[in-house]
């Protein structure tokens, strides 16, 4: 009987400790008060951490605009005072960043604010900013490949960048760089003093409005197909475009344009002259070979340059000052005739073909060039750059034509050059990878002041041309080598610069008594040589003044004599010094 009144006994004090355990177990998941803030379940394992390293993190993260950030690391704090004011911080900041900073969405519609980090600096520290002063030059664009080169303080915008908005909270703003990204619409309204516009990789189609931007002085814009610019009336401006297609660029405003540069630009509608105003003042086109297809399935063609072109620009642009014309291929060269251009007021003119990798083989040379501008009597400057032809007669330009013509350029190579046959002063700069000849016109004989330099290099150059021929005909020669070494060469009383290439040079004859020009000792040999392979060199009659350098390198082994007093002297190989 005792047993049993002993079992039961513990049957109870059993259910009892059970009762006790369930209480206790339901006491310890009672909802916190209403005061208190639930912690989230990631920032649970955070709850160790300092109260006063969450309010920093906090603190950084809303000047760092990362507000959503700053929402987390509010939910950590214990203490409600604290917090409170970190929210109204974060309000206030938020607030704040809306109204007067950029921000853009994405694809996806995230939002990101751009630029603004010491703008809310400044606002959080001193309560405004009408004394804060932004940078003129605002850059938002996207990281390409590795390039680093954004300035401090600004941020990258996404590729897919879809929307962007208060670009008006930077009135002050005098240039804008920015990589459209899949913008639709990039409203400029409010920048009145923006002057320098450049767009970059916009989706086909992007219209801008910059109906505000009566400064506008240039548009430069790359990649951004069937763009439109909705422009202020008043808005003169250099426009520059490359790599894009077009249905017609009076969507541009080109109508606008003092100045038009298109480089690889192919439209539909190719009447371009018949859009430009008739007074602008520069004009420079990329003539591209073949037609493109844009990502709307539509064919656009390149601009043409030939007679019908030629003569529509003769009879449009009366005002036209600068010209270059630059071909994809040597054929469209060619087929233009240049002798029908009839431009009063062109005073440069630039023309060429764009040059490729590697050297030209002389099968690919083409045909001899005949060049006349008898309609341009206002020509100051003539280039022809990157022309490879047996022969090359500049003669037709004369000083009854072209009565102002300064300066004659030529780069590429040729077996025959004639130079131009004006009677008055001009310079003639001939940068070759060869040439065989340089012919002077009787008119021109003592007029020119030939330059030549190496086309690749754009160092001095050292060809078999007759150097006294050359003397005899232009005024003076710079950038080629004398024949003979300097022991039997004799100075003419008004050359200014000789340049030797030989190993053994030799000054000490009474033919350099007094000589005041410069001797040359270096960038004659090649490109790639630093060396100058002397091995004696007797300045004689020389001082420092006639050296062009202030050291001289020369071979291992090599005698010096009589060196100036200052010029130092190096030997290649143990960079002694004398």
């Not at 369930?22 to 300092?50: F, K, T, V, W």
């Not at 954004?150 to 879809?162: K, T």
């Not at 064919?299 to 529509?312: K, M």
């Amino acid at each position: 009987m005792m047993d049993k009144i002993i079992n039961r006994y513990a049957s109870y004090l059993l259910l009892l400790g059970a009762l006790l355990c369930l209480s206790a177990c339901h006491r310890s998941y009672e909802p916190l008060p209403r005061d208190e803030r639930q912690i989230s379940p990631e920032a649970g394992g955070r709850l160790h951490m300092n109260q006063a390293e969450i309010q920093s993190r906090a603190n950084a993260y809303i000047r760092q605009l990362a507000f959503d950030l700053a929402r987390q690391e509010l939910e950590l704090l214990s203490d409600k005072v604290v917090r409170d004011s970190l929210q109204s911080v974060l309000d206030k900041a938020e607030k704040f960043a809306d109204a007067h900073l950029i921000y853009l969405y994405d694809s996806k519609h995230r939002k990101r604010y751009l630029n603004g980090k010491k703008r809310i600096a400044y606002f959080l520290e001193h309560g405004y900013l009408s004394s804060y002063e932004d940078d003129p030059s605002l850059v938002l664009l996207t990281l390409e490949d590795g390039n680093y080169s954004q300035p401090e303080g600004m941020d990258y915008v996404p590729r897919d960048m879809s929307e962007l908005y208060n670009l008006s909270a930077y009135p002050q703003t005098t240039s804008l760089e920015i990589s459209a990204g899949q913008l639709e619409r990039l409203d400029l309204r409010g920048l009145k003093d923006l002057r320098r516009l450049q767009i970059k990789g916009a989706k086909d189609g992007l219209i801008v409005d910059a109906t505000d931007c009566a400064k506008l002085r240039e548009i430069q814009v790359t990649g951004t197909p069937n763009l439109t610019i909705r422009q202020h009336p008043e808005s003169r401006f250099k426009l520059i475009v490359s790599k894009s297609y077009f249905s017609s660029l009076s969507s541009l405003g080109v109508e606008q344009a003092t100045s038009l540069y298109l480089e690889d630009v192919r439209l539909r509608d190719i009447d371009l002259l018949g859009k430009v105003s008739p007074s602008i003042t520069s004009l420079s086109i990329t003539v591209e070979a073949g037609d493109v297809y844009g990502a709307d399935g539509l064919r656009y063609r390149p601009l043409p340059f030939d007679n019908t072109f030629i003569t529509q620009l003769s009879n449009q642009l009366p005002q036209l000052q600068r010209l270059q014309v630059t071909f994809a291929e040597r054929q469209d060269f060619d087929r233009a005739s240049f002798d029908k251009l009839k431009l009063p007021a062109l005073q440069e003119l630039s023309i060429g073909i764009r040059p490729k990798k590697g050297a030209v083989a002389r099968s690919s040379w083409g045909r001899n060039v005949h060049f006349s501008l008898s309609g341009c009597p206002a020509l100051k400057k003539v280039e022809l750059l990157h022309l490879y032809a047996p022969e090359i007669d500049l003669s037709p330009l004369n000083s009854s034509t072209t009565p102002q013509l300064q300066q004659v350029l030529f780069s590429g190579a040729t077996e025959t050059l004639t130079a131009p046959s004006l009677s008055h002063t001009f310079a003639f700069d001939v940068e070759v990878e060869e040439v065989g000849q340089i012919n002077v016109p009787l008119s021109a004989k003592k007029k020119g002041n030939l330059t030549l330099r190496n086309y690749n290099s754009r160092a001095l150059v050292h060809t078999s041309l007759d150097h006294e021929y050359l003397r005899s005909q232009f005024a003076s020669v710079y950038g080629l080598a004398v024949s003979l070494p300097p022991s039997k060469y004799l100075p003419h009383p008004d050359e200014r610069e000789i340049w030797f290439v030989f190993n053994i040079l030799d000054f000490s004859g009474e033919q350099w008594r007094g000589f005041k020009g410069l001797v040359y000792f270096q960038g004659l040999v090649g490109p790639a040589s630093r060396t100058i392979p002397i091995d004696y060199l007797d300045f004689g009659h020389l001082t420092k003044a006639n050296i062009n350098a202030s050291s001289i390198t020369v071979n291992p082994g090599c005698v010096v004599k009589n060196a100036p007093e200052g010029l130092r002297i190096y030997y290649a190989s143990a960079g002694q010094q004398e």
